[in-house]
């Protein structure tokens, strides 16, 4: 609780700020929030990577969706194993008190949304790749390899 005190303060000082002068917490601004997912590239089609990365979206309270502010899903970047989007989400300033809290929201529910659809999410691996190898060596590992 200690961290987020000061962050307590702020809000009950601005909202008394809103109160006296007729405002509420409605009139805050919204911001944009982006979250990097990548998905293995024997995933589904961009279109359902987005399509499910969206509904996911949807489904965490503090996000906003309308005609000024969609919710987006852009196809970044091809990474070494994994095709790279950032979905973009729009946000209340009040649902920000702790954004690292607010981003585990999303990833928690994209994770379920994606397993449900069959996604894999790419845990990098790397293949070992040998030219040669002494004799002795190979004499050693005879029987232990496939």
Not at 16 to 44: C, D, H, N, T
């Amino acid at each position: 609780m200690k961290q987020y005190g000061y962050k307590i303060l702020l809000i009950l000082l601005i909202s008394s700020l809103l109160w006296m002068a007729g405002y509420s917490w409605a009139a805050l601004p919204v911001i944009p929030k982006a979250i990097e997912v990548r998905f293995y590239q024997g995933s589904p089609e961009e279109d359902e990577v987005a399509r499910v990365a969206t509904e996911a979206a949807r489904n965490i309270p503090s996000t906003i969706e309308d005609d000024r502010h969609p919710i987006k899903v852009w196809f970044g970047e091809f990474g070494e194993s994994s095709l790279d989007f950032t979905l973009l989400i729009w946000c209340r300033l009040t649902t920000l008190m702790s954004t690292s809290g607010m981003i585990s929201d999303y990833y928690f529910e994209l994770f379920r949304k994606f397993k449900e659809a069959g996604i894999e999410i790419p845990f990098p691996q790397t293949d070992l790749h040998l030219r040669s190898i002494s004799p002795e060596i190979m004499e050693s590992l005879k029987g232990r390899i496939r």
